[in-house]
């Protein structure tokens, strides 16, 4: 069969033959886009899972949802391939303020970038000399209200599905195992198109170049505030929404034209959000289960037909349905036994809140905000540097559920994939597993906690506090005051309140410590003096027993960062003193513990030799002691000779630390004061 080679469909598809254009579904275009980004191996509370680079680009992307991230890219693989999933909508359920609506947000505005690249872009059709048939009154063009593409309109082009195969193979090229593949995703025409594809054989007796003459091809608007082929749906109150905001209605403009009452393309389908997004788009519907229920059962239908269907009359779709909800309507909707149907298509993913203190910085950072603050005077605001670790901690352990095996600090620490003592990962990975054998979801690890958006609250109450603002500085220790009035107004469940309130003091022991090595930094007029001990103790472990140790203690090693040769003095009474801090009383324990230490350095230097074991709080805390403790210009100790300035020495020592903390260490003089009178108190004492 001849037709012209100038036609818009004969030139749409030479394009798809040529490979410049693509004929796939939703589930085949989002699973391409994120399997074709970087993809790299990760371990996560013990266990490996898969990091796709897709989600981890631009200014704000997603952070951690490790878990998360695999059950969507599994789902959307499995559907893409023709598995059980195509017939299901992904629902992310957990905690308010755990970033369920930002990744499905970041999720679709990838997809526009994606379809904003000519080969992927996404196209329709529209039917133009309308008006010349007689009984569509005005109306010249009417556009394929699903926006359905020109390879679905090929396919049924014909009356019979094999003719249409035998136009595709004969005038364009494409071999049987092409056709088969395109068949994969073959679907009826839309009721309005199929009408109208009808009523133009008819007109042109059957003559299809006269057919496609009145048809062109166009692309798929990308205009996001349109909702095509990325929309949200919200769950609005039981009397202002209805069936018409999904699926769309009757329209009395086009039965002002349309003579004949049969016709389908009376109901106007872009009055619904699904109709824009049918064209192989993502349909985002926030809050599923806060839907009143007609519109639950509508949502069944679609999900599992992916159809939309208005008085008998049906428009297939091509839509990945993605949702989201809070955890106590999902269990309100779980009570209510008749709407099991609903669930049983739906592929359930529980999201946890972060867990990971060392991701949360970023996510702490979303919250502080990327602009510069400045106070109610338009005077900039200066952020502690401690800020930032201060509320990632005291957040994180409030996502912690308690566990006999782990204290919180153990917990977080191993969760971060850092050292914990002799507790191993292991350890958590059974924590973990046994959590989730709990029926109630929000017993689960890391379900239940500080959200985002109370951080956030608490960071606000920071900001327009009167100390902030006469100081010009987020001072961290402020951060603690604010999360506690936080968890008073909007924690309502005492037990979680009382949680709540126990993190908030460990994280203030923790933020102490902090405090000891950066006192210790800057005593030393060193960012990093403290490293360089903690190193200094490890080596010297390793070389007590060393066979070149010479009477003098001399040891020399060759260093693994550097690889040069150094010279190590070993100290045995500073050893000493870090061992009675750990509370290492006997010559057993001690050896126990240098005996670990030598086996963790053993098998993290091959691995990376810049391992510094900083995150080996127990011992950053014991050199720290030692050192700050120890005699400094007759005061018995730093924190003495910092609090008792009457004498000129003592006084140019506040002055010599206080100057290191301004130009090397990031503090403004308000947090270094403050810094240096908290270090001086004996407050949150571990």
């Not at 254009?21 to 899972?49: D, P, W, Y």
């Not at 007689?134 to 394929?144: L, N, P, Q």
């Not at 009035?485 to 909007?490: K, W």
């Not at 005061?635 to 506040?654: D, V």
Request: hydrophobic share 35%.
């Amino acid at each position: 069969m001849e037709i012209n080679n100038s036609t818009p469909l004969y030139q749409h598809l030479s394009a798809v033959k040529a490979g410049k254009k693509r004929f796939e579904n939703a589930f085949q275009g989002v699973s391409r886009m994120v399997l074709k980004s970087e993809i790299q191996k990760v371990t996560v509370n013990g266990k490996t899972t898969y990091d796709f680079s897709i989600f981890r680009e631009g200014k704000k992307h997603v952070v951690g949802m490790y878990d998360e991230i695999n059950s969507f890219v599994s789902y959307v693989k499995d559907a893409a391939e023709n598995g059980s999933s195509k017939e299901m909508a992904f629902v992310l359920v957990g905690e308010p303020g755990n970033g369920k609506t930002f990744f499905v947000d970041f999720l679709c505005h990838k997809y526009r970038d994606y379809l904003s690249v000519d080969e992927n872009r996404k196209y329709t059709f529209k039917f133009h000399g309308m008006d010349q048939l007689g009984t569509y009154g005005r109306i010249s063009t009417i556009e394929s209200q699903t926006y359905e593409d020109p390879m679905i309109l090929a396919m049924n082009l014909f009356e019979r599905l094999d003719e249409g195969k035998d136009f595709l193979a004969k005038t364009f090229g494409f071999s049987d195992l092409e056709i088969e593949t395109f068949h994969e995703n073959y679907r009826p025409l839309g009721a309005c198109s199929g009408f109208i594809l009808d009523d133009l054989r008819r007109y042109t007796g059957g003559d299809i170049q006269k057919m496609l003459d009145h048809i062109d091809i166009l692309p798929v608007p990308l205009t996001e505030s349109l909702g095509t082929l990325t929309g949200k749906y919200p769950a609005k109150d039981k009397i202002t929404s209805s069936a018409v905001d999904l699926l769309g209605e009757e329209s009395i403009q086009r039965l002002l034209h349309i003579t004949d009452t049969n016709n389908p393309y009376r109901f106007d389908l872009r009055r619904g959000a699904l109709a824009r997004v049918a064209g192989g788009g993502i349909h985002f519907s926030d809050e599923i289960y806060k839907n009143k229920k007609d519109l639950v059962q509508v949502y069944l239908g679609v999900i599992q037909n992916r159809t939309i269907e208005i008085d008998g009359y049906k428009w297939p779709i091509d839509t990945l349905i993605v949702a989201t909800s809070n955890n106590s309507e999902f269990n309100r909707f779980l009570a209510e036994k008749e709407e099991a149907p609903i669930v049983d298509r739906c592929r359930i993913c529980y999201v946890s809140h972060n867990t990971n203190y060392k991701l949360q910085n970023q996510l702490t950072r979303y919250a502080i905000g990327n602009e510069a603050r400045t106070t109610f005077t338009r005077e900039a605001l200066h952020q502690d540097p401690n800020l930032n670790y201060a509320a990632s901690v005291s957040a994180v352990l409030s996502r912690l559920p308690r566990s006999e095996k782990l204290t919180p600090v153990e917990t977080m620490k191993l969760a971060a994939g850092e050292v914990a003592g002799e507790k191993s990962i292991k350890t958590l990975s059974e924590v973990i597993d046994g959590l989730s054998q709990e029926p109630d979801i929000t017993k689960r690890y890391g379900q239940k906690g500080l959200g985002q958006r109370n951080l956030g609250r608490a960071i606000q109450l920071l900001i327009e506090s009167s100390e902030t603002n006469e100081g010009r500085c987020m001072f961290a220790l402020d951060m603690f005051k604010t999360l506690e009035r936080v968890i008073m107004d909007y924690v309502t469940d005492a037990g979680d309140r009382g949680k709540y309130m126990e993190d908030i003091k460990i994280s203030k022991g923790l933020y102490r410590e902090r405090i000891m090595t950066e006192m210790f930094n800057a005593y030393m007029d060193e960012p990093l003096a403290i490293r360089k001990d903690v190193m200094n103790y490890v080596n010297m472990i390793i070389g007590i027993d060393a066979e070149n140790l010479g009477p003098d203690k001399m040891w020399k090693y060759k260093d693994p960062q550097t690889h040069e040769l150094k010279a190590l003095k070993i100290d045995e009474r500073y050893i000493r003193g870090v061992e009675e801090r750990l509370g290492l009383k006997t010559e057993e324990q001690r050896e126990t513990f240098r005996t670990s230490i030598r086996k963790i350095y053993g098998q993290k230097i091959s691995i990376n030799p810049d391992y510094d074991f900083m995150d080996n709080l127990e011992l950053v805390k014991a050199v720290t002691d030692v050192r700050l403790k120890s005699d400094i210009a007759g005061a018995g100790s730093l924190i003495g000779a910092l609090a008792n300035r009457t004498n000129e020495e003592n006084q140019k020592l506040y002055d010599r630390i206080v100057d290191t903390m301004l130009n090397k260490l990031n503090y403004c003089r308000t947090c270094a004061q403050k810094t240096i009178e908290y270090f001086c108190t004996q407050d949150d004492e571990n």
